[in-house]
């Protein structure tokens, strides 16, 4: 029974999947990528784009289920299938761009090129918090490539006389996805979820040496230094903490204030937090809804009490509201240590840490210090400072920006983080060629048969 976050009441049941079920389904995208493959790339492009339109003709009601299921706003749930929908427009134009170099070779005679071929069969398991995004990030630049994945876009490969099974769907639980780790025909595996489970999913597929993709945990920090614009910051940070109630990858939790703006900083935050429009997903004036589980309500809970365990003041929320469905209060917390114990830990709820710090050093390196490294940003105008996070001794996250959110990216880029976030990229720059596999070729053309490093064999 899927349950509706804003209210707690039954929305729709729907049946899981069985090994059964999922072994045909298997079988089935199996043999349908054998006809995929065989579809050049600037046409499998096409059906991509027919797909990216036939989301636009629904964008508003998938938008409406996503809110309905997920529990966030209506403008976000709309925004995350149009992240769906710029994919497919990305991965249009790369169907004509993807393949290898010509390099020179140094032996007369031959040609040393680079090809690239899909890896087959991408199973992607996906979120919670980002069911469409997730997949549509995947499953757009897979098929361009020439992968056929577990999901399922029925209708317009149809009417392109593609089998259905190119994009294959199995709904289930913690069996499918074992199952599918351990499943030698899966040629890359595509997790995005906790560092916990990803960790048991890396391990399962390391065994048996296939390809996994991970995007995993992130504890993001936003740093704002004394020379910052504070119109830029306040905005910035109310978005990052409070957006989607804290239950993004990307969600800033820690926010490092230079000490000579702490005070200001957080009695403006605690300003814009009052103002947070709270209430109905589906209410086009609300800015911030539930979360998703009454477990996630229990565990915000569990975090304020530990953050006041170990020192810490809530200036900001801290409480359950009284109304129907899983609605907290977004929270401020001030007072900590920067390596206390809660500091480190991912809590996915809308609690922001603020903290102070001195020197510029100090606080690149507590960015550095948690185990997750996916998103970080600075606010600041010293164009140095900006080069030096942007360097070697800076952010270690895959994520790195400079007077804006920690969260919110663009699809041209490569999304991802390194640490325990995982090390996979997906969506833009060449996150493609982890749908790919590479092979160094080299053709002779000539009658001889020179070695190379000018070795003689004869």
């Known amino acids: 029974t899927a349950y509706c976050p804003p209210n707690n009441e039954p929305i729709a049941r729907v049946r899981q999947a069985s090994l059964e079920d999922y072994e045909e389904t298997v079988r089935k995208a199996k043999e349908a990528w054998k006809v995929w493959a065989d579809i050049p790339a600037p046409k499998r492009g096409e059906i991509v784009r027919q797909i990216g339109d036939a989301l636009r003709q629904k964008i508003k009601v998938l ?32 169907s004509r761009m993807i393949g290898g170099p010509v390099l020179p ?16 069969l991408v199973g992607i398991i996906t979120a919670f918090n980002f069911p469409v995004a997730v997949y549509g990030w995947n499953s757009a630049i897979a098929m361009i490539c020439g992968n056929a994945c577990l999901w399922i876009i029925a209708k317009v490969l149809e009417d392109n006389k593609i089998p259905g099974a190119v994009c294959s769907l199995v709904c289930g639980g913690a069996d499918i996805g074992t199952a599918m780790a351990r ?88 300003k814009a937090y009052a103002q947070v429009r709270i209430g109905d997903p589906w209410d086009s004036d609300t800015l911030y809804g539930p979360l998703h ?6 565990m915000f809970l569990d975090a304020v009490e530990q953050a006041k365990q170990q020192g810490g003041s809530v200036v900001y929320g801290g409480k359950v509201i009284n109304r129907p469905g899983n609605y907290v209060e977004p929270t401020i917390v001030i007072g900590l240590a920067h390596n206390a114990p809660i500091v480190h830990t991912e809590t996915f709820a809308p609690i922001l840490y603020a903290l102070k710090f001195k020197e510029e050093e100090e606080v690149f390196a507590w960015n550095n210090e948690v185990k997750q490294g996916l998103s970080s940003s600075i606010f600041t105008r010293d164009l140095g400072r900006i080069f030096r996070w942007l360097g070697p001794k800076g952010s270690d996250c895959g994520i790195v920006n400079v007077n804006i959110p920690t969260s919110g990216a663009e699809i041209g880029g490569a999304f991802g983080g390194e640490k325990h976030t995982g090390g996979g990229r997906e969506s833009g720059s060449d996150s493609w060629k982890l749908y790919m ?22």
């Open 183 to 270: 499943d030698g025909r899966m040629d890359l595996l595509s997790f995005t979820g906790s560092t916990e489970v990803g960790k048991q999913v890396a391990l399962m597929v390391q065994e048996r040496f296939g390809r996994s993709l991970l995007e995993l945990g992130g504890n993001n920090a936003i740093i704002v230094f004394e020379d910052a614009d504070l119109n830029l910051v306040i905005p910035s940070t109310l978005f990052a903490a409070v957006g989607t109630a804290g239950q993004r990858c990307t969600t800033a939790r820690r926010l490092f204030l230079h000490e000579s703006i702490h005070d200001e900083v957080v009695e403006k935050l605690v």
């Open 293 to 298: 589980t009454k477990e996630a309500v229990k």
């Open 437 to 458: 596999k590479r092979s160094t070729c080299t053709i002779n053309y000539s009658k001889d048969l020179p070695l190379a490093q000018g070795i003689k064999f004869q």
């Open 63 to 94: 938008g409406s289920l996503v809110s309905l299921e997920m529990g966030k706003i209506y403008v976000e749930g709309v925004g995350e299938v149009q992240e769906y929908v710029d994919v497919c427009d990305y991965a249009v134009g790369l």
């Open 105 to 120: 070779s140094e032996r007369s005679g031959h040609a040393l090129i680079e090809q690239w071929n899909p890896v087959g």
